[in-house]
Structures are given as structure tokens and as C-alpha cells.
């Protein structure tokens, strides 16, 4: 049991908010001296960790509080924030204009000098599939102009 009052306060403001720094102001404690008593004692350790855990969920409900009075206030951005988290039929499509290329090291010829590869790839419109160095670019839109690419070996 911890018997300290600047601890126990410490603790205390911790769990209100559960972040180290305003609860070690608050609390007129030095954050290097909140760590060194971590360090010193496993009790203090294990209780510090409780309750900056619990203040930190203490700080999610307020803050999905605020969330849903601002959906009751009709804010279209925190309705759309809370059906794009929450709902998968309000999720965007997580896609990417990456392309991924897969380099094999050949010798350099005409046809396979890395100018002359880029250049080609540049002129390619996104909805073919390219057969390049014994690779495969394939589009992932079912044909679709999407500009995102999958590379695999064959």
C-alpha cells in the first residue's frame, strides 16, 4: 500500500487524466522523480501504470461524449468520422497509387536498359497488363484505370 500523500496524489491525478506530465504538475511532482520511483518500486510501477491506463480511458468517453453531442448537434463531420469508424458500410476504401516493381538483375541490352523499361511503363495506359523482365503487372481493378498495381513473379 502506498502510504505517501505527494504519491497518492500523483496516483490520483493520473487517473483523472492519465497523462505523466499534467498529472506530475498538478500533483508538484518532478516527471524524472515520478520515473525514478517507478524504477524504485514495482508497487508504485504497477499502480502508475493502473491508472494512467484508466485515465486514459476516462479521457475516450469523454471525448465520445463530446463526439455524440456534436452528432446530436448534427455536425456532419463527426457523423461521418463516427460511421466511417464504426460501420463497415461507411468505410472508404483504404487504395494506394503505389506501384511496386520487382527488379531482376539482368544483363543490360536494348531491351532491357532501365531508361528504356521506365519509358515504356510510362506509355502504358493503367488498364493492360505489362509482361516485364519475366514479371507480371497486373491491374487489381478488373480492368478498371485505377493506377494501382499488383507485381508478381511467375
Known sequence: M????TKK???AELEKNGNVTIACLKAGVNRATFYRWKQE???FKEKSEQAETFGRENNCD???????LK???KDLGAIKYLLGHNSPRYKGK??????IVHKKELPKTDATDETNVSEELKALPP????????GVITDLND??????????DE
Open 9 to 11: 496524489k500523483l496516483l
Open 94 to 99: 483504404e487504395t494506394s497509387n503505389v506501384v
Open 41 to 43: 518500486s514495482n508497487e
Open 127 to 134: 488498364e493492360k497488363t505489362l509482361e516485364w523482365l519475366n
Open 143 to 152: 480492368g478498371k484505370a485505377s493506377g494501382q498495381y499488383y507485381i508478381a
Open 2 to 5: 502506498i502510504k505517501n500523500p
Open 62 to 68: 469523454i471525448a465520445e461524449q463530446s463526439l455524440m
Open 71 to 73: 452528432i446530436k448537434d
